[in-house]
Nanobody, 123 residues
């Protein structure tokens, strides 16, 4: 059974930093692309950053230059380093996994999801 467990969320002031972690189990981690999504109240869930099984990365325009995604295959963990946080980054952040044979930039490819971790940025 695949499990994705996020951690590292919390309350931070604007301009601050947080590092999210997602520990995966029940899957061959190196054979999966990993993504971070966020969902703000009243809005749809959207892709923030993704990393392919080979280590290629993607960040959405809204976080480019501020967020960095990385992975540690030995620890089956994916990270999201979030710097220069803004009020609009406030959301629940979800970790997701997509099999490597699927397109890692398509949301439909992500078939396993964590429970989410709340990130709240205050002024």
């Amino acid at each position: 059974q695949v499990q994705l467990v996020e951690s590292g969320g919390g309350l931070v002031q604007a301009g601050g930093s947080l590092r999210l972690s997602c520990a995966a189990s029940g899957l061959t981690f190196g054979s999966y692309a990993m993504g971070w999504y966020h969902q703000a109240p009243g809005k749809e869930r959207e892709l923030v950053a993704a990393i392919s099984s080979r280590g290629s990365t993607y960040c959405s325009d809204s976080v480019k230059g501020r967020f960095t995604i990385s992975r540690d295959n030995a620890k089956s963990t994916v990270f999201l380093q979030m710097n220069s946080l803004k009020l609009e980054d406030t959301a629940v952040y979800y970790c997701a996994a997509a099999p490597a044979f699927k397109s890692w930039l398509r949301s439909a490819s992500y078939t396993n999801w964590g429970q989410g971790t709340q990130v709240t940025v205050s002024s």
